[in-house]
């Protein structure tokens, strides 16, 4: 059985760090691209960053520069290291594959204020 477990949100002041994490289960992790997302209130999930299998980094041009996505096939995590933290960059955070996507998890929330 599938599961993502998100992890790592929390209230952070602009220009601020946070580190998430992502567990996935019931998937063979170092086979599988994965990539992080986010939803906003009252707005669609956006993409907001993916890294393939070979570690090929792709990121959105609102993220681009102050995020950065890794994976740690021995421990089945995926990280999204987040700098300079904005208060538009507030949302609940989700990971996923974004080619083959599974069930989503709960996902973990970030808010950026001060």
Known sequence: QVRLVESGGGLVQPGGSLR??????GI??????MGWFRQAPGKPREFVASITSGVSTNYADSVKGRFTISRD???NTVYLQ???LKPEDTAVYYCNN???M???GQGTQVTVSS
Not at 20 to 25: E, R
Not at 28 to 33: E, L, T
């Open 20 to 25: 998430l994490s992502c567990v996935a289960s």
């Open 28 to 33: 063979i992790f170092s086979r599988d691209a």
């Open 73 to 75: 096939n021995a421990k």
């Open 82 to 84: 987040m700098n300079s």
């Open 98 to 100: 974004p080619w083959a």
């Open 102 to 104: 599974m069930p989503w």
